[in-house]
Protein backbone atom coordinates (compact mmCIF):
# COMPACT_ATOMS: atom_id res chain seq x y z
CA UNK A 1 0.00 0.00 0.00
CA UNK A 2 1.76 3.28 -1.26
CA UNK A 3 -1.35 5.39 0.68
CA UNK A 4 1.31 7.24 2.26
CA UNK A 5 5.01 7.40 0.59
CA UNK A 6 6.03 10.67 0.03
CA UNK A 7 8.24 12.06 -3.46
CA UNK A 8 10.35 15.00 -2.56
CA UNK A 9 11.59 16.09 -5.69
CA UNK A 10 15.45 17.95 -5.74
CA UNK A 11 16.25 21.32 -7.15
CA UNK A 12 18.91 20.08 -9.19
CA UNK A 13 16.89 17.98 -11.22
CA UNK A 14 17.35 18.43 -15.03
CA UNK A 15 14.24 20.00 -17.00
CA UNK A 16 11.63 17.35 -17.99
CA UNK A 17 12.79 14.78 -14.99
CA UNK A 18 10.14 15.93 -12.43
CA UNK A 19 7.55 15.27 -14.45
CA UNK A 20 8.53 12.12 -15.78
CA UNK A 21 9.39 11.13 -12.02
CA UNK A 22 6.24 12.31 -10.66
CA UNK A 23 4.20 9.97 -13.32
CA UNK A 24 6.18 7.44 -12.34
CA UNK A 25 5.81 7.69 -9.09
CA UNK A 26 2.45 7.97 -9.29
CA UNK A 27 1.86 4.72 -11.19
CA UNK A 28 3.62 3.07 -8.72
CA UNK A 29 1.25 4.71 -6.02
CA UNK A 30 2.69 7.14 -4.66
CA UNK A 31 0.16 9.46 -3.12
CA UNK A 32 2.19 12.76 -1.48
CA UNK A 33 3.66 14.99 -3.66
CA UNK A 34 5.82 17.75 -1.68
CA UNK A 35 5.84 21.17 -3.68
CA UNK A 36 6.80 24.62 -2.81
CA UNK A 37 8.03 27.64 -4.87
CA UNK A 38 11.62 27.02 -3.59
CA UNK A 39 11.79 23.63 -5.45
CA UNK A 40 10.90 24.93 -8.53
CA UNK A 41 8.86 21.62 -9.32
CA UNK A 42 5.62 22.29 -8.82
CA UNK A 43 4.91 23.85 -13.06
CA UNK A 44 6.27 19.96 -13.70
CA UNK A 45 4.26 18.02 -11.11
CA UNK A 46 1.07 19.96 -12.50
CA UNK A 47 1.85 18.90 -15.81
CA UNK A 48 2.12 15.18 -14.27
CA UNK A 49 -0.87 15.52 -12.27
CA UNK A 50 -2.98 17.00 -15.63
CA UNK A 51 -2.04 13.87 -17.84
CA UNK A 52 -2.55 11.05 -15.75
CA UNK A 53 -6.05 12.77 -14.42
CA UNK A 54 -6.84 13.03 -18.44
CA UNK A 55 -5.52 9.57 -18.75
CA UNK A 56 -8.59 8.83 -15.94
CA UNK A 57 -5.72 6.95 -13.50
CA UNK A 58 -5.89 9.21 -10.92
CA UNK A 59 -9.04 11.36 -9.22
CA UNK A 60 -7.52 14.27 -7.15
CA UNK A 61 -8.84 13.66 -3.93
CA UNK A 62 -6.98 10.68 -4.09
CA UNK A 63 -3.45 12.73 -3.67
CA UNK A 64 -2.23 14.70 -1.01
CA UNK A 65 -0.40 17.37 -2.10
CA UNK A 66 1.95 19.72 0.03
CA UNK A 67 3.16 22.85 -0.55
CA UNK A 68 4.61 25.59 1.69
CA UNK A 69 3.95 29.62 2.20
CA UNK A 70 6.36 31.65 0.76
CA UNK A 71 6.18 34.74 2.10
CA UNK A 72 7.79 36.45 -0.96
CA UNK A 73 4.37 36.46 -2.69
CA UNK A 74 2.48 37.72 0.35
CA UNK A 75 4.10 41.16 1.27
CA UNK A 76 1.07 42.47 2.19
CA UNK A 77 -1.36 39.94 3.40
CA UNK A 78 -2.85 39.88 6.89
CA UNK A 79 -0.61 40.48 10.06
CA UNK A 80 1.65 38.09 10.22
CA UNK A 81 1.60 36.31 6.85
CA UNK A 82 3.90 38.09 4.73
CA UNK A 83 7.03 38.22 6.59
CA UNK A 84 8.37 34.65 7.88
CA UNK A 85 11.16 34.64 6.04
CA UNK A 86 12.22 37.73 4.77
CA UNK A 87 15.16 38.13 3.03
CA UNK A 88 17.61 41.21 1.30
CA UNK A 89 20.22 40.18 -1.10
CA UNK A 90 19.38 36.53 -0.43
CA UNK A 91 20.18 36.92 3.24
CA UNK A 92 17.37 35.84 5.75
CA UNK A 93 16.35 37.98 7.85
CA UNK A 94 14.75 39.00 11.51
CA UNK A 95 11.00 39.44 12.09
CA UNK A 96 8.80 40.52 14.88
CA UNK A 97 5.94 38.70 13.33
CA UNK A 98 4.60 36.29 15.39
CA UNK A 99 3.41 32.31 14.26
CA UNK A 100 0.52 32.49 16.06
CA UNK A 101 -0.84 35.27 14.01
CA UNK A 102 0.31 33.64 11.16
CA UNK A 103 -1.47 30.64 11.91
CA UNK A 104 -4.65 32.07 12.60
CA UNK A 105 -4.51 33.68 9.34
CA UNK A 106 -3.91 30.00 7.87
CA UNK A 107 -6.94 28.68 9.80
CA UNK A 108 -9.37 30.85 8.14
CA UNK A 109 -8.03 29.69 4.58
CA UNK A 110 -9.43 26.11 6.07
CA UNK A 111 -12.55 27.98 7.04
CA UNK A 112 -13.21 29.33 3.43
CA UNK A 113 -12.51 26.30 1.86
CA UNK A 114 -9.23 27.35 0.36
CA UNK A 115 -7.24 24.31 1.79
CA UNK A 116 -8.14 21.05 3.54
CA UNK A 117 -5.32 21.03 6.39
CA UNK A 118 -2.14 22.90 7.37
CA UNK A 119 0.79 22.35 8.89
CA UNK A 120 4.04 23.83 10.21
CA UNK A 121 7.26 23.05 9.21
CA UNK A 122 10.14 23.06 11.09
CA UNK A 123 9.08 23.32 14.58
CA UNK A 124 9.97 22.05 17.67
CA UNK A 125 7.98 21.11 20.98
CA UNK A 126 8.19 24.22 22.59
CA UNK A 127 6.83 26.03 19.51
CA UNK A 128 4.36 23.50 18.88
CA UNK A 129 2.81 23.36 22.63
CA UNK A 130 1.94 27.05 22.39
CA UNK A 131 0.62 27.35 18.82
CA UNK A 132 -1.44 24.10 20.43
CA UNK A 133 -2.25 26.60 23.20
CA UNK A 134 -4.52 29.09 21.47
CA UNK A 135 -4.98 27.40 18.45
CA UNK A 136 -8.84 26.22 16.78
CA UNK A 137 -7.12 24.15 13.83
CA UNK A 138 -4.53 21.71 15.41
CA UNK A 139 -1.75 21.30 12.76
CA UNK A 140 -2.25 18.41 10.56
CA UNK A 141 1.68 17.81 10.54
CA UNK A 142 4.67 19.09 10.70
CA UNK A 143 7.72 18.93 8.04
CA UNK A 144 10.99 18.86 10.06
CA UNK A 145 14.35 17.18 8.78
CA UNK A 146 14.58 13.70 9.79
CA UNK A 147 17.02 11.04 9.42
CA UNK A 148 18.85 8.25 10.59
CA UNK A 149 21.67 11.03 11.84
CA UNK A 150 19.27 13.64 13.03
CA UNK A 151 16.74 11.85 14.71
CA UNK A 152 15.01 13.80 17.19
CA UNK A 153 13.16 10.96 19.27
CA UNK A 154 11.75 13.74 21.31
CA UNK A 155 9.67 15.88 18.63
CA UNK A 156 8.86 12.38 17.35
CA UNK A 157 7.48 11.02 20.93
CA UNK A 158 5.90 14.42 21.09
CA UNK A 159 3.94 14.75 18.08
CA UNK A 160 2.98 11.30 18.16
CA UNK A 161 0.94 11.80 21.40
CA UNK A 162 -0.73 15.04 19.82
CA UNK A 163 -1.87 13.56 16.92
CA UNK A 164 0.48 15.44 14.61
CA UNK A 165 1.76 13.56 11.38
CA UNK A 166 5.28 13.93 11.07
CA UNK A 167 6.61 14.25 7.60
CA UNK A 168 10.79 14.07 7.32
CA UNK A 169 12.63 15.88 4.85
CA UNK A 170 15.89 14.93 3.78
CA UNK A 171 15.22 11.14 5.07
CA UNK A 172 18.52 9.84 3.75
CA UNK A 173 20.39 13.21 5.05
CA UNK A 174 21.21 15.80 2.35
CA UNK A 175 24.85 15.72 1.43
CA UNK A 176 24.70 17.78 -1.82
CA UNK A 177 23.45 20.88 0.37
CA UNK A 178 25.59 22.94 1.69
CA UNK A 179 23.49 24.09 5.21
Not at 136 to 160: D, G, M, S, W
Amino acid sequence: NHSVMRLLLSLQSPPGAVQEAVEVALDAGYQHVDCAYFYQNEAEIGAAFQKKFGEGRLKRDELYVVSKVSPIFLPNRSPGFGELMPQKDGLLLQSDVDYVDTWRTMEKLVDEGLVKSVGVSNFNVSQLERLLSVCRIKPAANQVKLHPYLTQPQLVEYCKSKGIVLIAYSPFGCPALPW
